[in-house]
C-alpha cells in the first residue's frame, strides 16, 4: 500500500524564515514519532517566497556580489548543502519531510529521484532538460548552450529530509545577477516560460504533486484542516 504524503500549497508567497521554521518544526515531529515507535506520513510543501537568497552551510561568501550585512538584500545561512542560490515570486519551491527509512537510505539516490520529478515535469510540458554529470539540479539545452531551470539542495537528519528544490518557472532572473549560482561562474538561469506560452504556475504545482508522488511511490493527501 502506497505511503501517505501530506501536501501543503501556500496561495501566496510566505517568508522564507516562516518555510524554514515549518520544516523543522515538521522535522522534529518525525523524529519524535521514530522515538516513540511511531509513524507519522511524508510531508510536501509547495511554496513561493519573496526576493531571498541563501548559502548552503558550506557556501563560500565570495559567491556574492553584495555584502551579506546589507539591510535591504535578505540573505540565510541554512543547514542544507550547496552554494549560493536565490528565490523570488514566480519561482516554485518544494520541501519534502520524508522519513528516508521507508524509502531508500541512501543520499544520492535521494538528489537523483529530486531531479527526476522535475524532468518528468518539464518533459510534460513537452521541454526536454538533463542532468549535468558532477553537478546537482537540472538544465536545459537551449540553443546550444546550457541553462539551469532548477536548483537542489537538501538537509538529512537521522534519514530525515528537508529543504528540496526550486523550479524557476516565470520569475525575475535578474536576482541571480547579484551572485554567482551554485557556485558556477558562467552559470546561466532561466524560466520555464521562455520555453511554454502561457504557462500557469498552478498547472506546475499540480504537476510537481503528481510526478513526485509517483516517484516516490507516495498517495498525495491535501489535509482537512488546509482544505478551503
Known amino acids: 500500500m502506497n505511503r501517505t504524503c501530506l501536501?501543503?500549497?501556500?496561495?501566496?508567497?510566505?517568508?522564507?524564515?516562516?518555510?524554514?521554521?515549518?520544516?523543522?518544526?515538521?522535522?522534529?515531529?518525525?523524529?519524535?514519532?521514530?522515538?516513540?515507535?511511531?509513524d507519522i506520513p511524508d510531508v510536501l510543501l509547495l511554496v513561493?517566497?519573496?526576493?531571498?537568497?541563501?548559502?548552503?552551510?558550506?557556501?563560500?561568501?565570495?559567491?556574492?556580489k553584495f555584502s551579506p550585512d546589507d539591510p535591504d538584500i535578505e540573505c540565510h545561512r541554512i543547514e542544507r548543502g550547496g552554494e549560493v542560490t536565490h528565490h523570488a515570486?514566480?519561482?516554485?519551491?518544494?520541501?519534502?519531510?520524508?522519513?528516508?527509512?521507508?524509502?531508500?537510505?541512501?543520499?544520492?539516490?535521494?538528489?537523483?529521484?529530486?531531479?527526476?520529478?522535475?524532468?518528468?515535469?518539464?518533459?510534460?510540458f513537452g521541454v526536454d532538460s538533463q542532468r549535468i554529470q558532477g553537478l546537482t539540479g537540472v538544465w536545459i539545452n537551449n540553443a546550444g548552450q546550457h541553462q539551469k531551470?532548477?536548483?537542489?539542495?537538501?538537509?538529512?537528519?537521522?534519514?530525515?529530509?528537508?529543504?528540496?528544490?526550486?523550479?524557476?518557472?516565470?520569475?525575475?532572473?535578474s536576482g541571480f545577477d547579484r551572485i554567482v549560482p551554485c557556485g558556477i561562474t558562467d552559470c546561466q538561469v532561466c524560466n520555464l516560460d521562455q520555453f511554454v506560452a502561457d504557462i500557469k504556475f498552478v498547472k506546475v504545482k499540480e504537476a510537481i504533486a503528481q510526478s513526485f508522488g509517483k516517484i516516490f511511490d507516495l498517495n498525495m493527501q491535501i489535509p482537512v484542516d488546509v482544505i478551503q
Open 7 to 38: 501536501l501543503y500549497q501556500g496561495d501566496r508567497p510566505i517568508p522564507y524564515l516562516t518555510a524554514w521554521q515549518w520544516q523543522k518544526k515538521l522535522v522534529e515531529e518525525r523524529k519524535q514519532a521514530r522515538r516513540e515507535g511511531q
Open 48 to 64: 513561493e517566497h519573496p526576493a531571498v537568497y541563501t548559502l548552503g552551510q558550506g557556501s563560500s561568501l565570495e559567491f556574492l
Open 89 to 124: 515570486t514566480g519561482q516554485l519551491v518544494a520541501y519534502p519531510i520524508l522519513n528516508l527509512d521507508y524509502h531508500q537510505r541512501d543520499l544520492h539516490w535521494y538528489l537523483r529521484q529530486l531531479e527526476e520529478v522535475i524532468i518528468q515535469v518539464l518533459a510534460n
Open 149 to 173: 531551470i532548477a536548483q537542489v539542495g537538501i538537509k538529512v537528519s537521522q534519514w530525515i529530509t528537508m529543504h528540496g528544490f526550486a523550479l524557476n518557472i516565470n520569475m525575475d532572473l
